[in-house]
């Protein structure tokens, strides 16, 4: 799981730039893609590119120790379960549930990430303190406001989920 994490530390830094540009896009879509990163790039320097890196680690992290070992231990039970070790597709199914219930689970990370992304330069969600995202979200949303998109995130990464992992294993067996 330390190795798992390091490569997110690693990951993000090639993840968050863009990550920055697409959320920009998506509220402002008038704008095209070279106009938003040079706006950013002018107004807030290279540290606006990687404004969220923090939050966004902060959130793969904890995704990836729930996702791993619940897929593995999906995988352990339904091999027990049927006396042999499960078929890729199983796998696959094994993946979409594990990285639905991780999802779910960091919901409230994902969305302190995305205000952080999407914050004004010098305003409290700029300056890339999550707690004190969540806390402001929690005082002003609510429960609600915390798990905001829960529904198409657990969709979306259920589905990565299935062919990601349901690849992975079906590529190992070929090579073992």
Avoid at 123 to 139: E, K, T, Y
Wanted: aromatic residues 10%.
């Amino acid at each position: 799981m330390v190795a798992a994490s390091l490569g997110e530390v690693v990951a993000c830094l090639i993840r968050v730039p863009s990550e920055v540009v697409k959320q920009r896009a998506q509220v402002s879509p008038s704008s095209s893609t070279l106009r938003i990163l040079s706006h950013t790039l002018y107004h807030e320097g290279i540290q606006g590119l990687y404004r969220g890196y923090k939050s966004t680690v902060l959130r793969e992290i904890p995704f990836s120790l729930v996702q791993f070992p619940l897929w593995e231990s999906l995988k352990d039970l339904w091999s027990w379960k049927q006396g042999h070790v499960v078929d890729s597709w199983q796998s696959a199914v094994c993946g979409a549930f594990a990285g639905g219930f991780a999802a779910a689970v960091t919901t409230p990370l994902d969305v302190a990430k995305t205000r952080i992304m999407l914050a004004k330069a010098g305003s409290s969600n700029a300056r890339g303190n999550v707690l004190a995202a969540l806390g402001g979200i929690w005082r002003t949303q609510g429960l609600s406001g915390l798990f905001a998109g829960v529904v198409p995130r657990m969709a979306a990464i259920s589905l990565g989920g299935f062919i990601f992992l349901g690849t992975y294993e079906k590529t190992r067996q070929l090579l073992l």
